[in-house]
């Protein structure tokens, strides 16, 4: 159906999608509802991998110790978003296929190289998370194609996820997902991921190098946060300059190195 | 929502322990449904994108923005309104807080609320005050300030004994 | 005017009555203007304009009628036979007033401003119908910036030469001279944005018109039903007496509905052209984008102290964005005229020059809004003051305590004319400088900043004219009337009804005004039932300007006067006892001294109406009364608000640690209500100090359309609050009460922005710009630091 109208739109939760409707800035012929397809919710831990359905509503997630235990970085960020009534209806695929540049989901998906798996026409595949999101609301997902799951490699490392909102429960003005692996004092394997500085979530391989075999203190921290932000130019709207964006991004990323640098095992 | 309607779907719903069979427009939200099909007005409209909470209702014992769903999508669900919440001849001893406090002074948000708290205290039957602040940050008023709201709801919950 | 009536024999006034209405508002049986369905009803919506300033060309409204389900569409053509608009202008000299059509019709001067309307069988299909209406419209330049405007240059309305509705100069003393002779000044230019009330329920209204009897009924979620009712009869010409309106129950107004709207004017010409009810019902995009906004002004202020800290001159500037036409009907001087007309507030100021300017621009009408134009001001004064005291080496609180008008002082003449009786100004500041321990907070403070952590301190104190009548409205640069009415009935039960123009929105009316003639009439509170919205009854101006308790509470002792009379009188008659000698409580009228001689009330009022030969001879058998009143004097309550706050510079968000209020109303009716208002103002001004901002872009397109953009406090931004009662009673109203209801919008914001100011201050940052988002707090730190 999606496939053959291009006017037609893929509805999950509709958290998303509908207050587009009500406010008729879009204007789809027809509405595919996925709400009805069971197969499309559900967790599942096996070998080390956790796959989420992507009908599987945020609030389930919230809720599954399975998620909690498994990939606590995830049920951090999913308590950020919005408020419970909304993670009551929005799903995980449906908030990914979405790809809003100020969302906790993109970031924190990029952040723990999660999988998704998509369906068309065409059947399966499997796009890195790093490669999914291609520009503010824009995925490299097919007009005719719909996400079925998302794919968590197991790690074991210590999370910070910091974020700065107007209030609590609004889209981030920036956010940072810091998470690294520590033997003894030193930092291995690094992932910094800032969010709300560009059109989708940036990974900072630039930090990442700074921190590994690195020993984190304020210097380490600073230097690291430079690096990321150094070069961005995030988008300004009427909540937040670029320039703001670009300092709080800093500061939050100092903060969260600090946070899970040190951190005791 | 947009376009000129063309075709219905037949939906069953249960709203408030009543099934009904309704043939819908897909366009139609859940909340018109209730106010208009069903009138049953105690559900309000604040913003009709998804802020507010006014709209709020139980699906499945669920709190959902009924301005978020398309009354199709309620297809086999229960519904529950403010109208749903008491014997219909007093107040609920949750309602008894909220007037105890002053919890409402327009009334406008006060179904939101209360449906929102409904949920939240039967997921989370002893909250602290901050996790009753963070569930009713859900829900919008312009009059009263919030913190009479919180009290109540505190108020409602320090009995142990009593359920939502 | 009128004599003032003290409450005699007070039982619930000053108690915490719950409120009597509560249960239908929690059981989900509120009706709102949106909840109610007429058979037969149909729906409008209005095309709006996407430009902030053009000409129309044409409206082709072809393929909207023609789609099924449609009834009707018209134009501004369509319109302009049946209605002027709304002419908005008041008897000052030199003011110019405006004219807003009902549908544009030659011009659009706001983006949003209405230019058809589509009525059809439902909304979704007006809205369905109202996309395929083509509107031409020739773009014209859009005046944007007041300041700009100010100065002339392209028109904003074509109807008002040089964009300036008024301006005015003010002096008392040598201001010029105080100030340059001086030992310390401050000074600075303070910006308050845009904002709007946002109350929950969005404005609607339902007209319905019947030809066999050419009565016309219109549902409206207004704070004036009266008024309006007058006003619908003068621009529409349906006769006032074959016309009601109706107020049912209103989510909310704080000013924004108390007005008339163009959109009101065609509802009801419509009802009456279909023969069938209209409904209109804005969504919350169509409120934010064409509800009238609020508070935005420029104030330059300048104020000059002598070495011991006193103020000896003040000079202030003001600029008021009006948007494109006066609102109304309180015209786009309710914001500059009314910051000019109070800048001394509580303090001695004998030296002043004032300028105010109302501009017109291509946006949105500003109205009157909880505070109006005094928070404004009121944020520039106190951080000036604060800022002062910085310079003097004095605590804020020593400062002001300085500089506030003192008991010996009263009755008080300032220097723009405004009068106070009494007032605990020094005392309101003493109590809050005890309840936030000055000396303790600015050592927590140092240690504090020691350690990277910067705390503020802001204070704020105000005094608010509430209780508005016609005395109150001058002195407020008004030249208006104002009164409301209330009737009073004593049913032969002895239960009481009382019939009131002033409208609740929420502010428990219903409570408040039973308990008041509960007290007067020797009755319970069961026993009364208030009702009002309803015109039939009790003409009245309105729930506006904190009065509804001083000018309720005025006309329901009045009223209820002659009843009481009557009631002694008669009580007197069958005892054969004085009058004098009656105490009338608790349900009974009895002896003084000896309470087993006595009657229940109901019995007397029962024979008054059914025992001709019992009652005394030549009494008129009826037990209604009807008054109105309009207090003698301005009503004046005051307070002073601190605000505690945590600024973390590195992202601009603030923690408010502690908000302390002290609030002296006067006799108070109901604590419980009054704690209500003032929680509520307060979480309403942290909106307007941190949050809430109409943001437009050079275009005249408004950017903050919705909820996601338009942000109000949620009750994560809650902080603590503290209330602290002093009770000054009012010399000039009936039982001494004031009103308060602006309070916390009008003081609040100063302390919070005074706070910030505090916070940041050692960074050599200073803010004068509200909202005080993060990202003009990170700014200002950067910009120093």
């Known amino acids: 159906m999606l496939a053959s109208d291009p006017q037609a739109k893929a509805l999950a939760g509709g958290q998303s999608l509908l207050p587009l409707l009500a406010l008729r800035i879009s204007q789809p012929s027809t509405l595919v509802d996925l709400g009805g397809i069971a197969e499309l919710s559900g967790v599942d831990a096996q070998d080390g991998l956790l796959s989420i359905g992507a009908g599987t509503t945020l609030a389930e997630l919230e809720d599954s110790a399975l998620v909690r235990d498994r990939v606590p970085l995830l049920a951090k960020a999913i308590r950020e978003i919005a408020h419970r009534p909304i993670r009551n209806r929005a799903t995980i695929g449906g908030s990914l296929a979405h790809a809003d540049p100020a969302a906790e989901l993109p970031a924190v998906i990029v952040a723990l190289d999660a999988t998704l798996v998509a369906h068309g026409p065409s059947g399966e595949r499997r796009i890195d998370a790093a490669d999914f999101f291609t520009g503010a609301f824009t995925t490299g997902l097919g007009d005719d194609e719909i996400l079925t799951g998302v794919e968590f490699p197991a790690r074991n490392a210590n999370w910070s996820f910091l974020e700065v909102a107007r209030r609590s429960g609004d889209f981030a003005l920036a956010m940072v997902a810091v998470g690294v692996e520590l033997e003894g004092d030193t930092c291995t394997r690094p992932t910094v991921v800032l969010q709300g500085v560009a059109s989708g979530p940036v990974r900072s391989l630039a930090a990442e190098q700074i921190l590994e075999n690195s020993v984190v203190d304020d210097a380490v921290a600073a230097q690291a946060a430079d690096a990321a932000t150094r070069d961005l130019r995030p988008p300004g709207d009427i909540h937040a300059s670029s320039d703001y964006r670009k300092r709080v991004a800093a500061a939050l990323l100092r903060r969260a190195l600090l946070e899970v640098g040190r951190r005791a095992q | 929502m947009t376009g000129v309607a063309t075709e219905t779907h037949t939906v069953e719903v249960t709203v408030n322990g009543r099934h009904f069979e309704r043939a819908l427009e897909p366009r139609i939200s859940l909340a018109d449904f209730l106010r208009d099909d069903r009138q049953l007005t105690g559900t309000k409209l604040g913003c009709e994108h998804g802020v507010c909470g006014a709209c709020t209702v139980l699906v499945d014992g669920a709190a959902v923005r009924s301005c978020l769903m398309l009354a199709v999508q309620a297809r086999g669900r229960e519904i529950i309104t403010i109208e749903g919440l008491g014997s219909g001849s007093g107040l609920t001893p949750l309602q008894e807080a909220f007037h105890r406090h002053h919890a409402l002074q327009c009334g406008y948000c006060t179904a939101g609320m209360l449906l929102t708290t409904t949920a939240f205290l039967r997921e989370n039957p002893s909250p602290t005050e901050d996790e009753i602040r963070a569930a009713l940050s859900a829900n919008l008023c312009r009059c009263t300030g919030y913190q009479a709201i919180i009290d109540a709801v505190a108020d409602f919950a320090s009995d142990g004994a009593r359920s939502v | ?514 308990q008041i003639a509960a007290d007067a009439l020797g009755v319970q509170l069961e026993d009364v039932v208030v009702r009002a919205g309803d015109t039939r009854q009790t003409y009245g101006f309105g729930t506006w300007g904190s009065r509804a308790a001083v000018i309720g509470g005025g006309s329901i002792l009045r009223a209820a006067e002659p009843i009481r009379q009557k009631l002694l009188q008669t009580a007197g008659h069958m005892l054969e006892v004085s009058e004098d000698d009656l105490v009338l409580a608790n349900g009974r009228i009895e002896v003084k001294g000896s309470p087993d001689k006595g009657m229940a009330v109901g019995d007397v009022a029962g024979v008054i109406y059914f025992a001709a030969q019992v009652r005394p001879p030549g009494m008129d058998p009826t037990l209604e009364s009807t008054a109105a009143y309009d207090p003698a004097e301005a009503v004046w309550a005051n307070g002073a608000h601190a605000a505690i706050v945590d600024v973390d510079v590195e992202t601009g968000l603030v923690k408010i640690e502690r908000f302390v209020a002290v609030e002296d109303c006067g006799t108070v009716i109901n604590p419980i209500i009054v704690e209500g208002q003032l929680r509520g103002g307060i979480v309403q001004a942290i909106g307007a100090t941190f949050l809430e901002e109409m943001i437009y872009d050079e275009a005249g397109q408004l950017l903050t359309t919705t909820f996601m953009d338009y942000l109000i406090p949620t009750a994560s931004e809650v902080p603590s609050i503290e209330i602290i009662h002093i009770e000054t009673p009012s010399k000039a109203t009936a039982g001494g009460v004031k009103g308060m209801g602006e309070s916390a919008m009008i003081a609040a914001p100063a302390a919070l922005v005074g706070a910030v100011n505090d916070a940041i201050e050692p960074l050599g940052a200073f803010l004068t710009s509200v909202p005080v988002t993060p990202d003009r707090i990170l700014s200002a730190v950067a910009a120093n630091g």
């Open chain 3, 1 to 514: 005017m009128q004599d003032v009536l003290p409450i005699l024999n007070p039982r619930l006034v000053g108690a915490r009555v719950p409120r009597v209405e509560d249960s239908r508002l929690l059981a989900g049986r509120g009706r709102y203007v949106a909840d109610i369905t007429l058979p037969g009803m149909l729906h409008a919506t209005f095309v709006r304009s996407i430009f902030a300033h053009g000409r129309i060309r044409s409206v082709d409204v072809a393929r909207a009628q023609a789609l099924p389900g449609v009834h009707l569409v018209w134009t501004g053509a369509d319109v302009a036979p049946l209605t002027p608009g709304l002419a908005s202008g008041l008897q000052i000299e030199q003011m110019k007033a405006t004219t807003q059509p009902a549908l544009a019709a030659e011009f659009v001067r706001f983006v949003g401003e209405p230019l058809a309307v589509v009525v059809a069988e439902s909304r979704h299909v007006a809205e369905d119908a109202a996309a395929l209406i083509d509107v031409d419209i020739e773009p014209l330049p859009p005046v944007v910036d007041a300041e700009l405007a100010a100065d002339g240059g392209d028109l904003a309305n074509e109807d008002v030469p040089d964009n300036l509705v008024l301006a005015r100069d003010h002096e008392q003393g040598n201001a010029d001279g105080a100030i340059a002779s001086a030992a310390v000044t401050v000074s600075g230019r303070f910006l308050s944005g845009r904002s709007a009330a946002v109350p929950i329920e969005p404005r609607g209204c339902i007209a319905e018109y019947d030809w066999t009897t050419q009565h016309l009924t219109v549902w409206s979620s207004t704070q004036l039903p009266h008024f309006f009712r007058s006003m619908i009869a003068a621009f529409t010409g349906f006769p006032e007496h074959a016309l009601e309106v109706i107020a049912p129950d209103v989510g909310g107004g704080f000013g924004q509905k108390c007005h008339l709207f163009p959109e009101e004017l065609v509802v009801p010409l419509l009802a009456r052209e279909l023969g069938r009810p209209v409904k209109w019902i804005e969504d919350r995009v169509e409120n934010l984008m064409t509800g009238t906004h609020a508070k935005q002004q420029l104030n330059e202020m300048e104020i000059a102290f002598d070495e011991g800290g006193s103020i000896v001159g003040l000079r202030q500037h003001v600029i008021g964005d009006g948007g494109a036409y006066n609102c109304f009907p309180w015209t786009a001087l309710i914001e500059p005229m009314t910051a000019a007309g109070t800048v001394t507030s509580v303090y001695h100021i004998e030296n002043i020059k004032t300028r105010f300017e109302a501009v017109l621009t291509n946006k949105v009408p500003i109205g009157a809004c909880r505070g109006i134009g005094w928070q404004s001001p009121q944020i520039a004064r106190e951080c000036l003051l604060d800022q002062a005291a910085r310079k003097l080496k004095l605590s804020p609180f020593e400062l002001r305590k300085r500089n506030v008008v003192k008991p010996e002082q009263f009755p008080y003449t300032t220097a723009t004319g405004t009068r106070f009786s009494e007032g605990s100004y020094l005392e309101s500041i003493e109590a809050l400088e005890e309840a936030i321990d000055y000396e303790e907070f600015r050592a927590r403070q140092q240690r504090e900043r020691e350690r990277g952590r910067y705390l503020g301190l802001g204070i704020s104190v105000f005094n608010e004219l509430g209780g508005q009548g016609t005395v109150a409205a001058y002195q407020g640069g008004f030249p208006v009337t104002t009164h409301d009415t209330s009737t009073v009935r004593m049913e032969p039960s002895g239960k009481v009804t009382v019939f009131t123009s002033l409208t609740s929105q929420g502010q428990g009316h219903q409570t408040v005004f039973a």
